[in-house]
């Protein structure tokens, strides 16, 4: 069974930076993409960013310029550098692996706010 652990949320003032992981574990094979995506109060939950297994990037236009996603294959690892974070990027992040089936984690807050 597949399990995704996401880490490194927390409180920033606006302008500051946070970097999220998310980590795999279990059998997970020929993965084709790794995301993010977040989910405001009261908001359905939107996509972030995306790194496929070519290594292409793809980011919402809210974050284009701001986030960077990368991955580690050998740790089945995917990140999310967040930086200039503003009051709107408040929300749980939740990352998704594709493999085959499309894999969740639990998601970690992040909350802008001086």
């Known amino acids: 069974q597949v399990q995704l652990v996401e880490s490194g949320g927390g409180l920033v003032q606006p302008g500051g930076s946070l970097r999220l992981s998310c980590a795999a574990s279990?059998?997970?094979?020929?993965?084709?993409?790794m995301g993010w995506y977040r989910q405001a109060p009261g908001k359905q939950r939107e996509w972030v960013a995306t790194?496929?297994?070519?290594?292409?990037?793809l980011y919402a236009n809210s974050v284009k310029g701001r986030f960077t996603i990368s991955r580690d294959n050998a740790k089945n690892t995917v990140y999310l550098q967040m930086n200039s974070l503003k009051p709107e990027d408040t929300a749980v992040y939740y990352c998704?692996?594709?493999?085959?089936?499309?894999?969740w984690g639990r998601g970690t807050q992040v909350t802008v706010s001086s």
């Open positions: 998704k692996f594709t493999s085959g089936a499309d894999y």
């Open positions: 279990g059998q997970v094979f020929s993965i084709s993409a």
């Open positions: 790194i496929l297994r070519t290594d292409s990037t």
